[in-house]
């Protein structure tokens, strides 16, 4: 059975950093690309940063890029988020999900950590 | 970058009604549109990729289609466990943005 499991969201002030991991089973993690989407309190879906298996390549939202760095342990089968100079605007339920197979189309999600970005 | 925009934000029909959504892309995507479904307090869940394929135990009540800018998601027979937040995204390049979302609810 595929099991995403998020963790390291907290309460943090603007300006400040947090570590999401993402530890995932019951599937061979090296062959799969993975994706962290996040839902803001009241708002819809937004795609954040996409690996791809073997992580040569990632992707990042605009909203994103130069802050976050996504980034994969094959061997230990961990999915990270590493956010910096974080905002208030980062504020959000972040999922980890699985790519169904080669294209970005998430078919396992995991059940989301909160992040709460605060003064 | 390409936006994503359904139609409409939200909707309200009774159970056994037609129902369909819709969601544009501004530039053409072929068919590299998933859709998603999210029912309150639940995780996504992918029902279509391809913009045509139904994903693995999605109800027949579900269908879509669409290539280029268009697409539909059209759900046959309303059902009340069918109460949730829809998205579309495209997935040809990177960003894999979604749609804003459209709200369905029972009448």
């Known amino acids: 059975e595929v099991q995403l499991v998020e963790s390291g969201g907290g309460l943090v002030h603007p300006g400040e950093s947090l570590r999401l991991s993402c530890a995932a089973s019951g599937f061979t993690f090296n062959t799969y690309g993975m994706t962290w989407v996040r839902r803001a309190p009241g708002k819809g879906l937004e795609w954040v940063s996409s690996i791809v298996a073997g992580g040569v390549s990632t992707f990042y939202a605009d909203s994103v890029k130069g802050r976050f760095t996504v980034s994969r342990d094959n061997s230990k089968n961990t999915l990270s988020l590493q956010m910096n100079s974080l905002r208030v605007e980062d504020t959000a339920l972040y999922y980890c999900a699985k790519y169904l197979a080669r294209g970005s189309i998430y078919d396992y999600w995991g059940r989301g950590t909160l992040v709460t970005v605060s003064s | 970058d390409i936006q994503m925009t359904q139609s409409p934000s939200s909707l309200s029909a009774s159970v056994g009604d037609r129902v369909t959504i819709t969601c544009r892309a501004s530039?053409?995507?072929?068919?590299?549109l998933a859709w998603y479904q999210q029912k309150p307090g639940k995780v996504p869940k992918l029902l279509i990729s391809?913009?045509?394929t139904l994903h693995s135990g999605v109800p027949s009540r579900f269908s879509a289609s669409g290539s280029g800018t268009d697409f539909t998601l059209t759900i046959s027979s309303l059902q009340p466990e069918d109460v949730a937040t829809y998205y579309c995204?495209?997935?040809?390049?990177?960003?894999?943005?979604f749609g804003q979302g459209t709200k369905l609810e029972i009448k």
């Open positions: 391809a913009a045509s």
């Open positions: 995204q495209k997935y040809n390049s990177a960003p894999y943005t």
């Open positions: 530039q053409g995507i072929s068919n590299h």
